[in-house]
T-cell receptor, first 116, second 113 residues
Framework: DGGITQSPKYLFRKEGQNVTLSCEQN?????MYWYRQDPGQGLRLIYY???????QKGDIAEGYSVSREKKESFPLTVTSAQKNPTAFYLC???????????????FGQGTRLTVV | DAKTTQPNSMESNEEEPVHLPCNHS???????IHWYRQLPSQGPEYVIH???SNVNNRMASLAIAEDRKSSTLILHRATLRDAAVYYC??????????????FGKGTKLSVKP
């Protein structure tokens, strides 16, 4: 079945270590997104990519990095520069419809990162 | 970015209709109104979206005011599985960075048996 897959579901890391979260989609979607969610809060946009080999910073990009070498993959690296990395991370994808607009977004099930 | 205003929480009884309001007084002509919902510890799920006319799908109905400054998501018969946080989002139909989904805090819907 088509969908968007995040792995792992739970991740534990020591403070100061970089960690990479995986996001893969087989929906042939052009755009992919990374969000962060803290307890009781809405989602905040970290990075987005509307085409392969191109990505843009969202509202809270500091301490994070991404790559988009393949259409189906958009990994997120949480670096040691991110001051408070413990959070729920969500990946999403969306297809470009007629013209420039995008269709509804599909979300993965999220990765819960805990830094100790 | 255009913003939306939603009540923090609402309660409903099972099998009764639910009307979730959203105000978006600064909506522009190219903004689509999107609704997503998020169950605990899961990723958000698309519910419905519209531009000007009312919309219906298998999950819900979307009623859009004539001036487009407000909208209402309608769940016709709430079930316990509809308990979630519902997000009303404006998404620019012209794409680009304005086409990103910018989430607020949403409305937490509780459904009582």
């Amino acid at each position: 079945d088509g969908g968007i897959t995040q792995s792992p579901k739970y991740l534990f890391r020591k403070e100061g270590q970089n960690v990479t979260l995986s996001c893969e989609q087989n929906l042939n979607h052009d755009a992919m997104y990374w969000y962060r969610q803290d307890p009781g809060q809405g989602l905040r946009l970290i990075y987005y990519s509307q085409i392969v080999n191109d990505f843009q910073k969202g509202d809270i990009a500091e301490g994070y990095s991404v790559s988009r070498e393949k259409k189906e993959s958009f990994p997120l690296t949480v670096t040691s520069a991110q001051k408070n990395p413990t959070a729920f991370y969500l990946c999403a994808s969306s297809m470009r419809s007629q013209g420039k607009s995008f269709t509804e977004a599909f979300f993965g099930q999220g990765t819960r990162l805990t830094v100790v | 970015d255009a913003k939306t205003t939603q009540p923090n929480s609402m309660e409903s009884n099972e099998e009764e209709p639910v009307h979730l309001p959203c105000n978006h007084s600064t909506i522009s002509g190219t903004d689509y109104i999107h609704w997503y919902r998020q169950l605990p510890s899961q990723g958000p799920e698309y519910v419905i979206h519209g531009l000007t006319s009312n919309v219906n799908n298998r999950m819900a109905s979307l009623a859009i005011a004539e001036d487009r400054k407000s909208s209402t998501l309608i769940l016709h018969r709430a079930t316990l599985r509809d308990a979630a946080v519902y997000y009303c989002i404006l998404r620019d139909g012209d794409g680009g960075s304005q086409g990103n989904l910018i989430f607020g805090k949403g409305t937490k819907l509780s459904v009582k048996p």
